[in-house]
């Protein structure tokens, strides 16, 4: 079975903190990562996707290494609506996703 | 109007009933998707299709059937509902070209 890890958390930062999550995957056949944010029962919602050089997006930047199949999101000036949990997802190769079981972010004033 | 719809919100139905959650999308995608979300347990994909005719299981198809009326539906049934099936149930679309896909608002389901 194909499996992405995920540390749970939840993570408890202050407003303004920078924060890190990692996930690793175990198809190194995959070719597509994204991460997800989903907040307290409603749908997850894509994030960003993850590119093989890194991207950033405002405050957030994902980073892939391939080589130990891990990926990386940076969280930088967290804000309160920041907190939700967020969801590393990697493509299955038939062209279908596998979801960590996401971590919880929680950010206070 | 959102992309993604799905109907019932919520449901509370007994042991033994049959049970028909539907998709609608508006987004002109071929593919669409069927998960359940359980607490501790993440997303689990429960079947896809990629097309009207194409239906495929997914994970955890067993205690599910679906259907593909047309492009822009699909619909999941419970042929006979027991208390492990309670969790909340999201649809998704996505268009070949890309893997990124576009969720639902959820179904909660509570099988009593």
């Known amino acids: 079975r194909k499996e992405v890890e995920q540390d749970p958390g939840p993570f408890n930062v202050p407003e303004g903190a920078t924060v890190a999550f990692n996930c690793t995957y175990s198809?190194?056949?995959?070719?597509?990562f994204f991460w997800y944010r989903q907040d307290c029962r409603k749908e997850p919602k894509l994030l960003m996707s993850?590119?093989?050089s890194g991207n950033e997006d405002g405050r957030f930047t994902a980073q892939l290494n391939r080589a130990s199949q891990y990926i990386s999101l940076l969280i930088r000036d967290s804000k309160l609506s920041d907190s939700a949990t967020y969801l590393c997802?990697?493509?299955?190769?038939?062209?279908?996703?596998?979801f960590g079981k996401g971590t919880m972010l929680l950010v206070s004033p | 109007d959102a992309d993604v719809t799905q109907t019932p919100r919520n449901r509370i139905t007994k042991t033994g009933k049959r049970i028909m959650l539907e998709c609608s999308q508006t987004?002109?995608?071929?593919?669409m998707y069927w998960y359940r979300q359980d607490p501790g347990l993440g997303l689990r994909l429960i079947y896809y299709?990629?097309?009207?005719?194409?239906?495929n299981k997914g994970e955890i198809s067993d205690g599910y059937s679906v259907s593909r009326q047309a492009q822009a539906k699909f619909s999941l049934s419970l042929e006979s509902a027991i208390p492990n099936q309670t969790a909340l149930y999201f649809c998704?679309?996505?268009?070949?070209?890309?893997?990124?896909?576009?969720f639902g608002p959820g179904t909660r389901l509570t099988v009593l």
């Open positions: 998704a679309t996505n268009s070949g070209g890309t893997d990124t896909q576009y």
């Open positions: 987004k002109g995608h071929d593919r």
């Open positions: 997802v990697v493509n299955s190769g038939y062209s279908t996703l596998t």
């Open positions: 299709s990629f097309d009207v005719k194409d239906i």
């Open positions: 198809n190194s056949a995959s070719q597509s």
């Open positions: 993850v590119y093989s």
